[in-house]
């Protein structure tokens, strides 16, 4: 069983980087490795609970593996929390934390504990999403200043007047 757990400081408010985590539908334009997101149903509760059900290909070479999963996201509590249901995992448990610091920066946490069916495939597999996951937090924060310019990750990292942090990049 693998299991990974990130946490960073990242210069962009919370429901911001929270919108971004729960844009499944955008992962393969900048998530690392993912292929193919189709979201097969959304429902939004009156709470703001999200619940999204999609299926989801992720992959290095010859390497391709597809999955139904069930994410819950919850703004009230500040979690994402990912579950695959199908596919060649027999356990996939996601977890995304935003701890807001102020309005302009956020600590995030992200949690993944997961097994392979087969213990061919998990062999295979380990090291390749050992490095992806990894890889993922790092490329929703270079997403966020994409989307949400990069001034405030700049700020918030560097404690400067914001022409001063702009100038020094």
Not at 101 to 127: H, R
Request: hydrophobic share 40%; proline share 4%; net charge positive.
């Amino acid at each position: 069983m693998g299991s990974i757990k990130i946490r960073r400081r990242i210069g962009h408010n919370w429901s911001d980087l929270f919108d971004l985590v729960a844009d499944i539908e955008s992962y393969p334009e900048f998530v690392p490795s993912c292929q193919r997101t189709k979201v097969l149903s959304r429902k939004v509760g009156e709470s703001g609970r999200t619940v999204i059900v999609s299926r989801m290909t992720v992959g290095i070479s010859a390497l391709h593996v597809s999955y139904a999963n069930r994410t819950l996201a919850d703004p009230e509590t500040r979690r994402i929390r990912v579950d695959a249901v199908d596919g060649p995992l027999r356990h996939l448990k996601a977890v995304w934390k935003f701890a807001p610091e102020g309005e302009q920066a956020t600590e995030v946490e992200f949690a993944v504990n997961y097994e392979f069916s087969s213990p061919m495939l998990a062999v295979l597999a380990a090291t390749i999403f050992d490095s992806m996951f990894h890889q993922i937090l790092e490329a929703f924060e270079h997403r966020a200043d994409q989307v949400f310019g990069s001034g405030k990750r700049a700020i918030a990292r560097r404690g400067e007047p914001a022409e001063l942090a702009l100038r020094a990049r």
